[in-house]
């Protein structure tokens, strides 16, 4: 087949690599019907990770099921399924706490900006919908396989309750849908923090009642103001940078919690600080499967259409394009179409 | 008066100092009945904490309302009150979020183990006995003061529920609470952590079913063991040391939350295991006044006695020798009469 693969820092290419197969009888092979790129794919292509010469690359994708192992059952070849980027057992006893992140059979999409993906715990990662979904909906399936629910995960880890008052700190696709996560909690003000005109317009549709464009200590101060000194009921890191953790912990009100899903890079938790704020951080790799049920009605009954987030579709062969555009922030999020 | 001062690392005096006086309309001056040497004494003892040479020490008190300022009006001359080691207003956002310990006016006992204290924001911090409690109460009344409101927040932080597995790492006087705390609050199995003969007896009374020797990876490989490979659904990190903070980490399941109210020193937080295993962090310093009228129901009914914490009490004229006890470990924490 053909798929994206990583060389180096850069240097991304959609190449013939050699097909994906059924290695163990719970493994199901996906034909990709669409995939992307994420934000944390930018950072071995930015060189801030190891990158092995010739990997294939992407852990998104929503396809039809071409074929399944002797030991599944739920999954059925034809299926449309929904694709976590994370696959899991869900029979564990981390996955029964809803930890499917942290299953003990875990593992993750390998080539979802390819022709096929391997799955491995099919029958308890996969979901499917009912018969072939319109392809306007293909979008937002695809966002569920890892930024919604990760903006979710953000939601949840940091407790948003109905009445609070939310900050998102990263107005990347996972950011967006964090505002789209806490505006669906119920969360009464939901501020945005994003410089980026385009941004901001989809965080004011997923939510946002305020945008804040100021970064750093003006920021915070602004934020400050916004809620009369007293800090933010729940705040949402999405980028994974000391400072976006900073910037968190500052804008959080005593008592709160950080939800932080952005893949920590030169993180040095201010323990101190959170300890004398008694400010808690929650969160982590998102157990995509736990949420994708109650996700997937929310998009099928159009509650949410977290598919916004992308705003650059290119055929998968030109997903060094992609890579591109993202990086140079050109793009949110980019849609590959094989 | 006569109070505990502290003048250089390892040289505590009990000697002669102003009188503290009302400064504020809302404050009160307490004549101590009895106080107590905290765990966190022993950073500046151990010249971990800068020192203010001559400085008054000790934030722990128990006492009898000797004057107040004319803002006061809840709390009365002549009353028995529990002193929370932070006083709070009591009204402000935070205090009304319940984390008093970071309330807008917070305030803190600076002469516990002298013969006075003052206490500012007297209405909102004092919390005052029906008369004259029995002399054997006092001991558990000042435990409420700060080690068993602050074992209680670990619980609380960690997120303890009825059935749950807990750790608890830690077996100093705040440890030993927190086992309390966690059996009080329905686990049905409190793991504490602690290599000393009377430490583990004390936990055993206050609920602890299993008792863990071992430290460092030995003792994580027993917890490891004792949970079937899960984890803790819940850990109290009573220490404040990395190597605690470490264990607590590792010894927690996936998506649990590590409760830490050990003030850090040298702590490092290990950000990528938590965001991997979807390990929370919450605490940080006790707001007391929050529990106290709980916790001083538990103690008037008898369902608790944290005052078992003290296994040495001296007169205050001595409490030199009750630093020296604590720091060598002769005594898990002491009680001061004047």
């Not at 899991?88 to 996955?95: E, P, Q, R, V, W």
């Not at 979901?127 to 930024?147: C, E, Q």
């Not at 996560?181 to 946002?208: T, W």
């Not at 305020?210 to 103001?225: Q, S």
């Amino acid at each position: 087949m053909r798929a994206t693969t990583i060389h180096a820092p850069g240097d991304i290419r959609f190449e013939d690599v050699a097909d994906p197969r059924i290695e163990k009888p719970t493994d199901a092979i996906v034909k990709v019907v669409a995939g992307c790129i994420c934000g944390s794919d930018l950072w071995p292509y930015r060189g801030e990770n190891d990158v092995t010469a010739g990997a294939t690359i992407g852990h998104e994708c929503v396809g039809v099921v071409e074929e399944v192992g002797s030991e599944v059952s739920a999954t059925r070849v034809g299926d449309f399924v929904i694709v976590p980027f994370c696959h899991s057992d869900n029979t564990c006893a981390h996955c029964r706490a809803g930890v499917q992140s942290a299953c003990v059979n875990l593992g993750m999409t390998q080539s979802g900006q390819g022709e096929y993906a391997r799955v491995t715990q099919a029958d308890g990662s996969l979901v499917a919908t009912d018969g072939m979904p319109d392809d306007h909906l293909v979008p937002s399936l695809l966002a569920l396989t890892d930024v919604m629910a990760t903006g979710w995960h953000a939601a949840v880890a940091a407790g948003v309750q109905p009445g609070h008052t939310v900050v998102v700190v990263g107005d990347g696709a996972v950011g967006l849908s964090g505002v789209l996560a806490a505006s669906q909690m119920g969360a009464e003000r939901v501020i945005a923090m994003s410089r980026h005109e385009p941004r901001q317009e989809i965080a004011r549709a997923f939510g946002a009642t305020d945008v804040v464009a100021e970064r750093g200590k003006e920021g915070e101060a602004r934020i400050a103001d916004l809620t009369d000194g007293v800090g933010a009921d729940a705040v949402l890191e999405c980028v994974g940078t000391d400072g976006a953790m900073r910037t968190a912990f500052t804008v959080a009100r005593p008592g709160s919690t950080v939800g932080f899903v952005g893949v920590p890079h030169g993180v040095e938790l201010p323990v101190r600080r959170m300890f004398q704020k008694n400010v808690g951080l929650a969160g982590g790799m998102a157990p995509v499967r736990r949420y994708l049920p109650d996700l997937l009605d929310r998009v099928l009954s159009g509650a949410i259409d977290p598919g916004r987030v992308f705003d650059l579709t290119l055929p998968m062969a030109e997903s060094a394009e992609g890579y591109r555009a993202m990086d140079e922030r050109r793009a949110i999020k980019v849609l590959l179409r094989p």
